[in-house]
Structures are given as structure tokens and as C-alpha cells.
């Protein structure tokens, strides 16, 4: 069945899934993507020719299936959790991609999450399509090995929130620099990641992509892990007035890599020059395997202490707004990539972010180009009106009846 044109609600997505709770063998794999639209198989079909992507053996034989071309985003994001409230499972998640070692026990309900590689918006077509392709694959193997074991179950593929946006053009101007402070927050994102003391809030902390590359190749995305399924380990983390420290352990990654820290140090200072705290970003600390230290000074982070920090590109390039600078050797293997950053670490009121001082200045490179285009005129328009100015009449003129007028060269 195809819901072409329709947004499926959380509603009727809850309908539609009944089968799946009420079925005699209630095992399902939950394939997830951290973005990812209909359109994208489309799009991409045109490069791979007359075969669309994932059009694989164990969807063609499948005895039925369905297609969601939109689903809302507040059900796709609660995803997980609405499957694990509806049935009793029992969850694995899948992080080497080889089901069988898994164990399944057919007696009970079992639920395999399987955490796609991520497809990040700024790669080529050609690159988007090679990763479809080997995602096909590693859906089709994964399949299969329970097919060989007699395991009968299904398969549930789907992302986090679309890769295709359309907004209103009447709120894209009013969009441009508000952010989660002064607006609701945006139903496509997911909540910010936040350390509690007691009862209160005393860290924030979101980001729409959180990756990292170890050695030049292996690509590590936190994204998910940090604030979609939340398998992140952020017991460690530590509060004050003065000093706070974000502590984010993850538990084996990607595979070469049993565990991973990344700590990000904050200070609250008063500055006797604006006659206020300031709140500042000091450094940032990557712990692979409790041994490899990896530390990173930081610039242009900081925010009066009343505010949140926000800044559209974080990372260790050298083209990013604010960077991440390596201050040891350890620190060079490594490319930290964070955009949209938000981050308070003091003042948090009211559980959610404060106003954010943002790390773009208020010169921004369309604003300079606008001055410089507009001295570049002015200066064509005040030199054209100088030589107009020059200009003079003649003050002797032929007389066609007498002799041919002569004017020496000193007038």
C-alpha cells in the first residue's frame, strides 16, 4: 500500500503498526537512520539507473509490506520508545552488524536496533549513492542470516527526521537568527541533552550533527547516540559555580574503539572590563580507550554568564567560525565536526535554554559585501559628477562668412 500526499500522524502510525504487536512471531528489526526522505531514493535513482536503491530480494518476497512516504516527525523521533512501551522486548542493539551472533530467543519478543551509517548532507551524489548501495547490502545480509536460521520476523526501516525540509517562505526571514531561547522548539529537532544536580538543569547541550573522525578515515557519529537513543554516559559530568565540566562516554562506537570520553570544560569567570561573568569554553578532551589523550584548546566560545553560546559551525577546521585547536600530538589525529551548537553551562533557568550569544559577528561577510559594493558606486557616481563638472562652453565661435577661427593652445 503507498500513502502518497498524506502525512501519516503519530495516530495512525500506531494503527498501522498493530499487526507487527499482534503477529505470532514478534521479532523486528528496527533499521534507523538518522535522516533520510522518499525523495532520496528517487533522486538517486537517476544515477543508478532503471533499478531503484533497496529494491532487494527480501522486499520483493516479502508476503506484504508498506511504504510511508511522510510520516509526522514527532512519531518517527519517539519511535523506539513508543515500540518498547508497546511490548514487552527484548532489546539489542546491533553496533557490528553481524546478527548471527546474536543470540534470539524465539520464545519472547526480541527487537533488534540497528544504527545505520549516517548521511551527511554535504556529500556528493556519487558518495550518498555508494553508502545507499553498501547499506543495501548490509540489510540484505543481516536479513538473510535469520532467514537461514528459520526466524521469521520484520523489518522496520526508518529515520530520525526527513533530509528533504520545505518551510514557508513567510517565516524563513523570521527563522534566520532566532533561536531555541526565543522560538518553539523547531518539531524536526530533538531535545538538547541535559545533566541534572538534584532536581535542577545545570548543563544543555545540542547539536544537529556530532561526529568526529579518527586518523584521517574512520568517521564517528555521536548524533544519534548522544540525543536520539541517548546510549551515552554522561554520569561523570560535574557542576559548579565556577567550574563545569560535560562528560560524554560512549561504549564502543564503531569497531576498532571500545570506548570513547569527550569532555568539554567551561568556566565561570568575572571580567572587570564589561564589569560581568563570563561564561567560556576552555577545552576540549577526547579519551579513546582510557589511554590516548587528546586535548583541544578553544577560541571565540564564551557568552556572558546569563547566556546560552550558539554558533552554526563548530570543529578543528580552519573555516569554522569557532575552532578546536590542537594543543598536543594526540590531538592532530583527530577532526571534530559540530554543527548548530548550543551549550549553557551556568544560570539555566526554567530547564531550557537562556538567549544566545551567537559566535557570528555582526559584520557578516553579506554585510561587507554590501558596504564594499556600495563604496565601489559611490565612488563611480562622485568621480562621473566630478567630470561633468569640468565641462565648459565655448566662449568663441566661427563665423562661416570670415576667416577660420583659431584658438592657441595656452586657452
Given at each position: 500500500a503507498l500513502h502518497e500526499g498524506h502525512v501519516v500522524s503519530a495516530q495512525e502510525l500506531t494503527v498501522l503498526l498493530q499487526p507487527v504487536f499482534t503477529q505470532n512471531s514478534r521479532n523486528l528489526i528496527l533499521f534507523l537512520h538518522d535522516m533520510l526522505s522518499i525523495g532520496d531514493f528517487t533522486y538517486l535513482s537517476e544515477f543508478y539507473g532503471n533499478k531503484n536503491p533497496f529494491q532487494n530480494e527480501i522486499l520483493q518476497s516479502s508476503p506484504s509490506s508498506l511504504v510511508l512516504p511522510a510520516v509526522d516527525c514527532e512519531a518517527t523521533k519517539y519511535l523506539l520508545s513508543f515500540l518498547l512501551e508497546s511490548g514487552y522486548w527484548k532489546l539489542t542493539n546491533v553496533t557490528n552488524l553481524d546478527v548471527s551472533q546474536v543470540e534470539v530467543n524465539t520464545s519472547e519478543p526480541n527487537l533488534l536496533v540497528v544504527q545505520l551509517q549516517p548521511l551527511l548532507s554535504q556529500l556528493t551524489v556519487f558518495v550518498k549513492l555508494y553508502m545507499f548501495l553498501f547499506i543495501e547490502k548490509i540489510i540484505g545480509r543481516l536479513t538473510m542470516d535469520l532467514q537461514e536460521r528459520g526466524i521469521h520476523f520484520s523489518v522496520i526501516y526508518a529515520a530520525v527526521r526527513p533530509s528533504r525540509i520545505s518551510r514557508r517562505t513567510d517565516v524563513v526571514g523570521e527563522l534566520r537568527r532566532q533561536l531555541m531561547a526565543?522560538?518553539?522548539?523547531?518539531?524536526?529537532?530533538?531535545?538538547?541533552?541535559?545533566?541534572?544536580?538534584?532536581?535542577?538543569?545545570?548543563?544543555?547541550?545540542?547539536?544537529?550533527?556530532?561526529?568526529?573522525?579518527?586518523?584521517?578515515?574512520?568517521?564517528?557519529?555521536?548524533?544519534?547516540?548522544?540525543?536520539?537513543?541517548?546510549?551515552?554516559?554522561?554520569?561523570?559530568?560535574?557542576?559548579?559555580?565556577?567550574?563545569?565540566?560535560?562528560?560524554?562516554?560512549?561504549?564502543?562506537?564503531?569497531?576498532?574503539?571500545?570506548?570513547?570520553?569527550?569532555?568539554?570544560?567551561?568556566?565561570?569567570?568575572?571580567?572587570?572590563?564589561?564589569?560581568?561573568?563570563?561564561?567560556?569554553?576552555?577545552?576540549?578532551?577526547?579519551?579513546?580507550?582510557?589511554?590516548?589523550?587528546?586535548?583541544?584548546?578553544?577560541?571565540?566560545?564564551?557568552?556572558?554568564?546569563?547566556?546560552?553560546?550558539?554558533?552554526?559551525?563548530?570543529?578543528?577546521?580552519?573555516?569554522?567560525?569557532?575552532?578546536?585547536?590542537?594543543?598536543?600530538?594526540?590531538?592532530?589525529?583527530?577532526?571534530?565536526?559540530?554543527?548548530?551548537?548550543?551549550?549553557?553551562?551556568?544560570?539555566?533557568?526554567?530547564?531550557?535554554?537562556?538567549?544566545?550569544?551567537?559566535?557570528?559577528?555582526?559584520?557578516?561577510?553579506?554585510?561587507?559585501?554590501?558596504?564594499?559594493?556600495?563604496?565601489?558606486?559611490?565612488?563611480?557616481?562622485?568621480?562621473?559628477?566630478?567630470?561633468?563638472?569640468?565641462?565648459?562652453?565655448?566662449?568663441?565661435?566661427?563665423?562661416?562668412?570670415?576667416?577660420?577661427?583659431?584658438?592657441?593652445?595656452?586657452?
Open positions: 526565543t522560538e518553539e522548539e523547531d518539531s524536526l529537532s530533538y531535545p538538547p541533552l541535559n545533566v541534572t544536580t538534584g532536581n535542577d538543569i545545570c548543563i544543555l547541550f545540542y547539536a544537529s550533527n556530532f561526529s568526529l573522525k579518527a586518523n584521517s578515515s574512520v568517521l564517528i557519529d555521536l548524533t544519534n547516540a548522544t540525543f536520539v537513543m541517548q546510549n551515552v554516559d554522561i554520569s561523570s559530568s560535574e557542576c559548579s559555580d565556577i567550574n563545569t565540566t560535560l562528560s560524554l562516554k560512549y561504549t564502543k562506537p564503531v569497531n576498532g574503539i571500545s570506548s570513547l570520553e569527550i569532555r568539554f570544560l567551561m568556566t565561570n569567570k568575572f571580567y572587570g572590563g564589561s564589569a560581568r561573568n563570563w561564561s567560556t569554553l576552555d577545552s576540549v578532551e577526547i579519551v579513546q580507550d582510557g589511554e590516548k589523550f587528546a586535548k583541544f584548546n578553544v577560541s571565540v566560545i564564551s557568552a556572558p554568564a546569563e547566556y546560552s553560546f550558539h554558533c552554526q559551525l563548530v570543529g578543528t577546521s580552519n573555516l569554522y567560525p569557532a575552532r578546536l585547536i590542537p594543543s598536543n600530538n594526540e590531538a592532530k589525529n583527530w577532526d571534530v565536526f559540530i554543527s548548530k551548537l548550543q551549550i549553557q553551562g551556568f544560570n539555566i533557568e526554567n530547564n531550557q535554554f537562556s538567549y544566545a550569544s551567537d559566535c557570528t559577528g555582526f559584520f557578516t561577510p553579506g554585510i561587507w559585501m554590501g558596504l564594499v559594493t556600495s563604496i565601489i558606486l559611490l565612488w563611480i557616481l562622485a568621480y562621473g559628477i566630478h567630470m561633468i563638472m569640468q565641462l565648459t562652453t565655448n566662449s568663441r565661435f566661427d563665423d562661416p562668412k570670415g576667416a577660420a577661427l583659431s584658438v592657441p593652445q595656452t586657452e
